[in-house]
């Protein structure tokens, strides 16, 4: 067999090996600070009007005006777009031309203490009925004292009990003359009186008893039995003349109560005329101050005797007005922020205090929750914390389903047996409910719960970017203004804002697009102005933005820095310069939650005979993702699509990514696998100075990937640490090139030649880059020119065929036929 030659470095008709690097220009897409149209920030209005949303404000407006049951919203977005702060702004200023609800109290249901009652009056009659209440208790016990000792209650008493005195007297003084009559005296003792027989005057012992004879003690025992007898019919005629005093006596009370307090309610009454509700409160209050009259004519000390050890306040409380809302100081209707949505923070609680080591309770310990505060406006929640929180979902889900607040503790609601507690009456319930919360916490909640959109119909979306116009940069300029009037910051120059609109080009991962994440655009505000105040500056400038990027960066890149240095120490092996067979740059992106950065990682590939096919030894090895492996497939896919038309491949091949020990996952690296898996093949090194990040398909079209900027950014780094050579860059593929918004420190470079970035659409680009060979086309016979890429590939597939057939000893048709099944 000939020795196979190495193919020369030359250019064809193709012309692929003279890729141009992309322009610095294209680097990047700056803002201009003199078409922003102002000096500084204090030239610029006040932001009035949500930007960038008009999606999800469109489907806010919608769920929070149709009345229908369940058009309630999820405000769906990514962290740090600003959701809440936007849709509590958004709703203030919706709320601020509707109506303020009632207030909400609860009161005693004297029929039945332990399910209080609930009075929903106009705003500000809450605490107005609460005084009233306390006013008429206090003036009702005034004036029931007035009249219990007033001389015509006195005297009508008096005249009562002198009524049943003289009755039972002169009951007393029949029964006696007729004890006497009938030689027996009539004695009283503690317990009642007793007959006690008598010779002329004097009472008989029991002695005197024994000496009588049978017969004369029959007759004294005949005597004394009817006697008794009339004893008993006259203490019966005492005892219901007593109950007949005692119930004029407590119908004079009830009279007297009745004067006393009636014109007080009356008063009341017409204050109140209009609510239905309070009226029928106040009659069962009157009701039950002439019931219960001597709870407040009482002083302390004999109130305590009669109460069981309850003060005067404990006792009297029976009146008081529990109010839950009160909307007294409100202009308009509420808007609620829970940030802490807890089942009893959502629904109200019921409180109790322990008396002598026994809990107790009272419709006065009812206290509200959100839902309450809210009711007749907009509640904002959490939807994670929500969910977290035991039993809060369940509650608030229940209560849009029936439209009422219903205070339970939280022991009845899960079924445990707890501490005697309260029913409250439920308060009907009327608030448009706002959840915001994730997408993925969106669809979750859409596929396992049922209920969920029953009771939230309206999905509002928050776009994570918007166009890049001159109005959004605009737009962008008058949030800076916001951001700055709400903190008390310096004022911003066209320059700095100028930088912020980049960086939110940057944010976006997109040249022609804006982030709209305005919490970390809102956070490089802040940052940059504390920078310029630390530098005694007026007005924040272009540098102190880009201080304060710099800033964050430096802050959270210590890893970063310490990757750097084992790159430069060789402790991590990266070669930047010169080639290699076999052996490539891929650039992965680390993600830190709060900090990103690119690093090159060497990825190598062996080749040898057999019909293993490409094996992926992090898959192997449990270290590579699905992603990956598809990706690793797709290069077999590449492989069998260009390679194998025509004759089987009998090809082993090993890829992996040296010095890895953690998980692979992506896809971006498989157009470096695949330069290195054909260098290997085609035994022709690769520039080591050029980096590689892209997707292929099986057409061998390169496709985009993300985190472009942080992978330039990465290897230009390990460059910079290893040595700059003026000839080092990095391929991406052409369609990323709208996403690229690289840094100055690139941008710098590449506008003096020393760093250089090209674009690829297919494999055969980036091979004529690496290698500086000509790819080459197949003819019409689907063979490749002498000294190209791809005839050096095939040519070392046909060595591998021809060894298994020499190994096998198989004439060449056979070996061809054995690896096609």
Not at 251 to 264: F, G, K, M
Not at 572 to 580: F, M, R
């Amino acid at each position: 067999m000939s020795k196979r030659r190495r193919p020369k470095k030359k250019s064809n008709s193709n012309g692929l090996s003279s890729i141009v690097a992309l322009t610095p220009k294209a680097l990047r897409r700056e803002c201009d600070p003199a078409l922003l149209g102002f000096a500084t920030t204090d030239e610029l209005p006040r932001l009035e009007e949500v930007i960038g949303q008009p999606r999800a404000f469109r489907a806010l407006s919608l769920g929070t005006e149709v009345a229908g049951p369940g058009f309630n919203v999820f405000v769906m977005g990514l962290p740090g777009s600003g959701k809440t702060t936007l849709v509590r702004e958004y709703l203030e200023r919706k709320a601020f031309d509707e109506p303020v609800p009632q207030d909400w109290c609860y009161v005693n249901n004297f029929s039945n203490p332990h399910e209080p009652i609930a009075l929903g009056l106009p705003a500000s009659s809450g605490p107005e009925l609460h005084k009233d209440l306390g006013n008429l208790i206090t003036r009702s016990r005034e004036e029931i004292i007035r009249a219990f000792e007033s001389e015509a209650y006195s005297q009508e008493r008096r005249q009562l009990n002198e009524e049943r005195e003289k009755y039972a007297e002169q009951e007393l003084a029949k029964m006696t003359l007729l004890a006497e009559k009938y030689s027996f005296t009539l004695g009283q003792l503690p317990f009642g009186f007793v007959l006690v027989p008598t010779v002329e005057g004097e009472p008989l012992t029991p002695e005197d008893l024994d000496k009588l004879k049978p017969e004369q003690r029959e007759k004294v025992g005949k005597l004394e039995s009817k006697l008794q007898d009339e004893l008993k019919s006259s203490l019966g005629r005492v005892r219901a003349k007593a109950r007949e005093i005692q119930d004029l006596i407590e119908d004079l009370d009830s009279r007297t109560a009745l004067y006393a307090v009636e014109h007080l309610v009356e008063d009341l009454k017409e204050k109140h005329k209009a609510l239905e509700p309070i009226l029928e409160y106040l009659n069962a209050v009157k009701t039950d101050i002439v019931a219960n009259v001597d709870l407040l004519r009482k002083e302390e000390e004999r109130l305590k005797g009669v109460t069981g050890g309850r003060t005067e306040a404990e006792v009297l409380r029976r009146y008081d007005v529990n109010v839950i809302v009160d909307n007294t100081d409100r202009s308009c209707a509420p808007v609620v922020v829970e940030g802490n949505p807890t089942y009893h923070n959502l629904l109200g609680r019921i409180e109790h205090e322990i008396v002598m080591g026994a809990t107790r309770t009272h419709f006065t310990m009812i206290r509200r929750g959100a839902l309450h505060r809210a009711n007749g406006g907009y509640l904002i929640l959490p939807a994670r914390d929500l969910l977290l929180s035991p039993y809060a979902w369940e509650g608030l889900k229940r209560s849009l389903r029936e439209e009422t607040i219903r205070i339970e503790s939280l022991s009845a609601y899960a079924g445990f047996m707890g501490a005697v507690s309260l029913d409250p009456q439920p308060i009907p319930l009327n608030v448009k409910v706002v959840l915001v919360g994730t997408p993925s916490l969106y669809y979750l909640l859409s596929a396992h719960d049922e209920d969920f959109a029953k009771l939230f119909k309206v999905r509002s979306e928050f776009a994570s970017v918007m166009d890049r116009t001159p109005d959004t940069e605009h737009e962008y300029a008058l949030f800076v203004k916001a951001v700055i009037d709400d903190n008390q910051l310096l004022p911003f120059n066209s320059a700095s804002v100028a930088k912020i609109v980049e960086f939110g080009s940057r944010l976006s991962g997109e040249q022609d697009k804006i982030s709209a994440r305005f919490g970390k655009v809102a956070d490089l505000i802040r940052e940059s102005a504390y920078w310029a105040s630390k530098a005694e500056k007026d007005v924040v400038d272009g540098e102190d933005v880009i201080q304060a990027i710099d800033e964050v960066v430096y802050r959270n890149n210590l890893l970063e820095e310490r990757l750097g240095e084992m790159m430069r120490e060789d402790t991590l092996l990266i070669d930047v310069v010169g080639e290699a067979v076999g052996q490539a740059n891929a650039l992965s992106v680390l993600d830190l939650g709060d900090y990103a950065f690119g690093r090159p990682s060497r990825v190598t590939a062996t080749v040898y005979p057999g019909r293993d096919g490409v094996v992926d030894i992090e898959r192997e090895s449990e270290l590579g993702g699905r992603i990956h492996t598809k990706g690793v497939l797709i290069i077999g896919g590449f492989l069998g699509g260009r390679y194998g038309r025509t004759n089987p491949l009998n090809l082993s091949a090993a890829l992996t990514f040296e010095q890895s020990y953690g998980d692979i996952e992506g896809d971006s690296a498989s157009a470096a696998e695949l330069f290195v898996l054909l260098s290997a093949l085609a035994e022709i090194p690769l520039r080591q100075d050029l980096a590689i990040s892209g997707s292929i398909n099986q057409h061998g079209q390169v496709q985009a990937v993300g985190g472009i900027n942080e992978k330039i950014e990465g290897f230009y780094k390990a460059c910079e640490l290893k040595g700059m050579t003026d000839t080092q860059g990095v391929i991406i593929p052409k369609a990323n090139v709208q996403n690229l918004m690289l840094n100055d420190d690139v941008t710098r470079a590449v506008e003096e030649g020393k760093f250089h970035i090209y674009s690829i659409e297919v494999i055969d680009e980036g091979l004529s880059l690496l290698s500086g060979i000509e790819p080459g086309i197949p003819d019409e016979a689907g063979l490749y020119l002498e000294g190209t890429f791809n005839r050096a590939v095939t040519d070392k597939l046909a060595v591998f065929a021809e060894a298994i057939r020499q190994q096998r000893g198989l004439p060449h048709d056979v070996v061809e036929r054995i690896s096609r099944e």
